[in-house]
């Protein structure tokens, strides 16, 4: 079992950037394909971004493409996402989440993922 904790969201200005890190505690972290969603007010929580067990393979939402990164270290047991140019419509709680059966072909699949973090809230005014 894993232990997920966000941190790093706030309100930042469209154009601006900001960084969100997931730290994971518990299980042998690396074992963990991890993967990044978000949920806006109203909507379904939707897929962001998800990076697999040693980093090597990464996919993106459309919506996020070029903006956003991923990334991981194994050593500190966290996982980041890089946002950049953010725009209003990226407004929402972000999630991170943890799965051991999530693949290449399934990570952008939520009920792929076993481990939810509390979300934390980014905000981007107009």
């Known amino acids: 079992q894993v232990q997920l904790a966000e941190s790093g969201g706030g309100l930042v200005q469209a154009g601006g950037s900001l960084r969100v890190s997931c730290a994971a505690s518990g299980d042998t972290f690396s074992s963990y394909y991890m993967g990044w969603f978000r949920q806006a007010p109203g909507k379904e929580r939707e897929f962001v971004a998800a990076?697999?067990?040693?980093?090597?393979?990464?996919d993106y939402a459309d919506p996020v493409k070029g903006r956003f990164t991923i990334s991981r270290d194994n050593v500190k047991n966290t996982v980041y996402l890089q946002m950049n140019t953010l725009k209003p419509e990226d407004t929402a709680v972000y999630y991170c989440?943890?799965?051991?059966?999530?693949?290449?072909?399934?990570?952008?699949?939520?009920?792929?993922?076993?481990?939810w973090g509390q979300g934390t809230q980014v905000t981007v005014s107009s």
């Open positions: 989440a943890a799965g051991r059966r999530t693949t290449n072909a399934s990570a952008r699949v939520r009920a792929q993922y076993d481990y």
């Open positions: 990076i697999s067990w040693n980093g090597g393979r990464k």
